[in-house]
């Protein structure tokens, strides 16, 4: 009981902290992809302390929010103090978080960038190949993005490392 | 398992049966949402079973791959199958407590397997754990796991422990500093791969800390030969930078050489962390000005007129990430620097002109570059430019280029807003527009672009539009549509007639102060009260629904209800009508009965009614039956201002129409700061009540005694925004009552203080104080005597019913209709005190009522209390018996007793009274008589 309080003040310190030296001024704060059902098929967060039932909040938030809502309607909807560009692929939303001052245009073509990059690793990618493959999924989003800056956006240099791994396998 | 294998295996099947839907099938590239009905729906029973065919397949193929089962367990993906056993069972789960129960079970085999060391399983636990996290459910005892897996000598072991520590960590700091340890001998690693890793977790997670111990390594690894890790360490550096804003020098030299660089990955990398040390140290900025506009100019020009690269390319555009980053730093670079915007000029004109627009990517470049022309110290030349792009981005038919447009706009009106006006139409016309997001942007923009000119037409566009608007928007179209007209209003008139057209169309949504304002400028607008009185009437008849509108009529027709019936100030404009005093009180009598009227509003009715009573002396039979109906109310509120209200109009006749003259202007100066200062904490403004206790409050009442309703009460308050507080206590009430600006009783100290100067306000109405009726307090308004020292102890009267009954009998002219007689002392011993006061009905002079009160002066409790008297012949006396026969000790209580005397010889013989009290102190009877003749004249 004592370790949570701790923990929480911890948390709190560093959340602090953060906001401080303004660590939360950062592009991409968080990358989500979800179903049509709503359920969560992959989550990265970036420098964001969320708990677990916040972040819980935070995707059913943001999922009824944006699931809600017609094609027709722009791909852009603010949220809390944040934006959140999303983009549909079959029965899949990639949803990303970004700061108010970001390029959404250009985080639309990041997800297209990053669906394709798996659409050729996958070949053909799918939900399934997503679910059953999460840690590729993530290997290859931490090859573009870290601590929410695009790092690489070369198919074949975020593809590279874990081909390498294939092959040592 | 040789996912390779399995790779194969699946490529061959791909094309005979695969039931998925790819992601990509549909894919269009221009339309960024791929056209649902285009979309093969995917059902989850076909998935499932294309799942459970795939994994039969991978079964099938590790048995017949029996030489590679040693290398199964050293492979951390060669446990899919479990893993995916997992997932299958969870998602066949068909409820949330089912699917609970699969992950605790899988949980809990997930720690016996870790406590039992079993390293073959823990890259498959992770990977589980992964999903589990994914799924929301708590992991934190796989972090330790991670950690050893970093540990480990072999690649695949630390990147699923690096993937697994960056996604699991959450309680860091405990975590961090073991893992501190790790990274610093990963970073130093011989393999780039691992030195990668390493990398890129520390960007993600590092603290203070880290950064501080780790920040030479990194600053070494910036220098490397290897792309792959240059970029990575670049980003890292922003982590540690932004974390340890001092190290920002030691990283300028290298970020500087960064952009000499042809990778593009090291290139946005270098580029990024330029823009945050600019972010974190003047110095960096400077310096890099000075050694990088130069080559950025140069990267953008080789990006721009590159041929075709095949890996970069984006519809037709050369890395357009790339672009967009170099042209943010640009921005940055060139922000409040003419040099610098002098230089970069050129080039911002040829990706503004030279980039193709039917694309995504090319927009967003154009977007960034727009955005950094507006940013910079641009030549006019290059901003008409740029505001060109966007009002071609405004007519655009996507939806996504639209909003980027508007949301430029907002940044541009600052630099250019002319030509940001010029586009208002198309502005305007967005702000209809059916897509929500679009819709807040261009109406925050179009607040942005009201100015004195424009705000009647745009404020007219507005409202109209407010009629037909979509529900959940009317709120914030509403609170901008009220500040504009509050900002710009020039003309009361005009201000008034807006306000009044919001509140009927959308009275619902607009904030309490909002209404509050008007009532204060309503209320400072002599000449308009009339015609505002007669608008609102008028708007309510076509509107009672909307809450706001609804409570500024009826206060409007408390206060200025004459003006209505009597059409005072008719205005040029008005259209003549006819109201009659029945149709005004049919209004309060409409909204009071309502089935949706809340309690604030019929508070606010009963006040307006009990103010029309006296306005309209014709009306007060009618108004006096729909205040006594009330008077059973259920709501504690409603009853004691029916009850209260009821005693005024029946006994209180003589004191009505003082009480309820009309509200005294309101001062808008101390509104609008207290409106501007209502943000502060209300402790301080109780504070500056204390201490300026004849302040605001007491200022407005203006010795003035009139009733107001607790919603007004809030109007004067300086808690502007709470919701009035439905008083309950007596004591509240007689606050309300005196119209004190306090809502809640928990500043006992400042109620008192102000009621009693508002008390001595009240008594000061009819006739000078008169020094020896002051009323006694009660324990509940304790403080009176503390500021009224001339305080005889006289009268006491606790209750506010009987402190009005004393007041009526007490603060009358001599020459009035029905005189009011002052409290007395009939009787003072060491051990007992009596006080009468007086009422008497007005068409009955000889009938007195005397309210008697007896006060316990001794340190021992009375019991057996008896009261007699004795009258001469000309005096009939009827006495009521007492409401108690004990009376506790030092003042603490009291017993009181009505007796009613008839003066026969009213006018000729005055009153005069024996008395004799018998009561017992611990069982000793004791007896006390005197004789009564100080009465005032005239019973």
New interface residues.
């Given amino acids: 009981m004592l370790g949570g309080q701790l ?1 929480s003040v ?2 709190r310190e ?1 959340v602090e ?1 953060g906001d401080e ?3 939360n ?2 592009g991409i704060r968080f990358v989500l992809l979800v ?3 709503g359920q ?5 967060y ?2 964001e ?1 969320l ?2 039932d916040e ?2 909040a935070l ?1 059913g938030e943001i999922v009824r929010k944006c699931l809600a809502r017609t ?8 949220h809390r103090n944040y934006k959140i560009v999303y ?6 939303f990639f949803l990303v978080g970004v700061d108010n001052d970001e ?4 985080i ?3 997800i ?2 990053f ?2 990059t ?2 050729r690793h996958f ?6 190949d997503i ?5 590729k999924a ?2 290859m989003l ?1 090859e573009m993005v ?2 929410g ?9 975020i593809l590279a ?1 874990i081909q ?6 | 398992m040789a996912d390779g294998v399995v790779r194969s295996k699946k490529t061959q099947n791909k094309t005979v049966a695969r039931p998925r839907t790819a992601l990509l099938t549909p894919f269009l590239s221009s339309n960024p949402c791929p056209d649902l009905d285009l979309c093969p729906r995917f059902s989850l029973s076909e998935s499932r079973r294309s799942s459970s065919s795939r994994v039969a397949g991978v079964e099938d193929e590790g048995r017949t791959l029996e030489d590679f089962s040693a290398a199964l367990a050293m492979n951390p993906f060669s446990s899919g199958t479990r893993l995916r056993d997992m997932i299958k069972a969870i998602r066949a789960c068909k409820t949330a407590a089912e699917e609970r129960a699969v992950v605790r079970k899988e949980c809990a085999a997930i720690r016996s397997s870790i406590s039992e060391n079993d390293q073959d399983y823990s890259h498959r636990n992770i990977a589980k754990l992964m999903f589990i996290h994914m799924l929301g459910y708590p992991t934190h005892f796989g972090q330790m796991e991670c950690l050893k897996l970093i540990a480990s000598a072999g690649f695949p072991e630390k990147r699923i422990g690096y993937l697994g520590l960056m996604l699991l960590l959450d309680e860091r700091q405990e975590v961090l500093m073991l893992v501190t340890n790790s990274l610093k001998q990963d970073l130093g690693h011989t393999n780039q791969y691992i030195v990668g890793l390493a990398l890129c977790a520390l960007g993600n997670i590092c603290s203070a800390e880290m950064a501080r111990d780790l920040a030479p390594e990194v600053e070494r690894l910036l220098l490397t030969r290897d792309p792959n890790i240059k970029k990575k360490a670049a980003l890292c550096s922003i982590r540690i930078i932004r974390k340890v804003p001092d190290l920002a020098e030691n990283f300028s030299s290298p970020a500087t050489s960064l952009l000499k660089e042809k990778h593009h990955g090291v290139l946005i990398a270098g580029v990024q962390l330029c823009t945050d040390l600019c972010k974190v140290s003047e110095d960096a900025s400077n310096h890099l000005r000075k050694n990088c506009t130069e080559g950025l100019v140069r990267i953008l020009k080789d990006i721009c007129n590159s041929p075709y690269a095949p890996e970069y390319d984006i519809a037709g555009i050369t890395d357009p990430f790339l672009h967009i980053r170099v042209l943010r730093l640009l921005r940055m670079l060139g922000h409040g620097d003419a040099d610098t915007s002098e230089y970069i000029n050129d080039i911002l004109a040829q990706v503004a002109s030279k980039t193709e627009s039917n694309k995504n990517a090319g927009n967003a470049i154009l977007y960034e570059c727009v955005e950094t022309i507006m940013g910079i110290e641009a030549t006019s030349g290059l901003r008409v430019l740029a505001i060109n792009i966007l009002g071609r981005f405004l007519s655009n038919r996507d939806n996504n280029i639209r909003y980027v447009a508007l949301n430029m706009l907002m940044k541009a009106i600052s630099v250019d807003s002319q030509a940001v006006q010029r586009h208002r139409t198309t502005i305007l016309e967005c702000v209809k527009d059916s897509d929500a997001s679009i819709r807040k942007r261009a109406l925050e923009l179009v607040f942005l672009l009201v100015n004195d000119t424009n705000a009647k037409p745009l404020t007219k566009e507005l409202i109209d539009y407010l009629e037909v608007s979509d529900q959940d928007f009317k709120g914030d179209l509403t609170s901008k549509i009220c500040s504009i007209i509050e900002k710009f209003s020039q003309e009361k008139k005009w201000y008034i007639d807006q306000m009044v057209k919001v509140l009927s169309l959308a009275g619902n949504y607009v904030k309490d102060n909002v209404w509050h304002a008007l009532i204060v400028a309503i209320s400072n607008a002599p000449d308009l009260q009339g015609y505002s009185v007669r608008s609102l009437y008028k708007a309510f008849q076509l509107s009672s629904e909307q809450v706001s509108l609804v409570q500024v009529t009826i206060w409007c027709i408390g206060e200025y209800g004459e003006m209505l019936v009597n059409n005072v100030g008719v205005l040029q404009v008005e259209e003549p009508m006819t109201v009659t005093e029945s149709d005004a009180v049919d209004v309060l009598e409409s909204c009071l009965t309502h089935h949706s009227t809340d309690i604030t509003t019929q508070s606010m009715c009963l006040i307006a009614l009990l103010k029309l009573s006296s306005r309209f002396p014709p009306s007060s039979g009618r108004v006096k039956e729909i205040i006594t109906t009330h008077i059973g109310s259920v709501v504690l509120e409603l009853q004691q201002r029916a009850i209260e209200f009821n005693s005024i109009i029946q006994r209180h006749q003589n004191i009505k129409s003082s009480l309820v003259e009309r509200m005294p202007v309101l001062d808008e100066s101390t509104f609008i700061s207290k409106r501007a200062g209502s943000s502060q904490a209300n402790i301080s403004t109780e504070k500056s009540n204390q201490q300026l206790p004849s302040g605001a409050s007491l200022k407005l009442s203006n010795g003035v005694a009139k009733p107001a309703a607790s919603p007004l009460v809030d109007l004067l308050d300086l808690s502007l925004d709470d919701t009035p507080v439905p008083t309950s206590t007596s004591n509240d009430f007689l606050h309300d009552l005196l119209d004190v600006g306090l809502t809640n009783s928990s500043s006992s100290g400042v109620a008192s203080a102000s009621g009693t100067d508002i008390l001595m306000d009240l008594l000061s109405i009819g006739t000078p104080v008169q020094s020896n009726t002051t009323p006694e307090n009660g324990s509940s308004i304790k403080g009176f005597n503390d500021i009224l020292p001339i305080a005889k102890p006289n009268t006491a009267t606790v209750q506010v019913v009987d402190l009005l009954d004393g007041l009526a009998s007490n603060g009358s002219h001599p020459g009035a209709q029905s005189p009011v007689h002052p409290s007395i002392t009939a009787y003072q011993s060491s051990t007992l005190k009596i006080t009468f006061s007086f009422t008497k009905q007005p068409d009955k002079p000889q009938v007195t009522q005397i309210h008697a009160t007896f006060m316990n002066l001794s340190s021992e409790a009375y019991t057996d209390f008896i009261f007699q008297a004795a009258v001469p012949k000309f005096i009939q006396l009827h006495l009521d018996p007492a409401n108690s026969n004990h009376l506790p000790a030092s003042g603490n209580g009291r017993i009181t007793q009505t007796f009613t005397i008839t003066n026969t010889q009213h006018g000729q013989k005055p009153l005069a009274m024996r008395i004799r009290i018998a009561y017992k102190v611990s069982n000793q009877e004791r007896l006390e008589q005197g004789q009564i003749n100080n009465f005032p004249p005239g019973l």
């Fill in positions: 923990i911890l948390r560093i902290e030296k303004g660590v001024s950062m179903n049509k059902q969560t098929r992959l989550a990265q970036y420098a302390h708990t677990l972040r819980r995707e094609e027709q309607q722009c791909s852009f909807v603010e983009r549909r692929y079959a029965s899949l390029n959404e245009l250009a639309l073509e990041f297209h960038l669906v394709e798996m659409d070949g053909n990618v799918c939900e399934l679910m059953f493959h999460l840690e993530h290997f931490e870290m601590n800056c695009i790092v690489e956006t070369s198919k074949s240099n490392p390498l791994m294939e092959k040592a396998s």
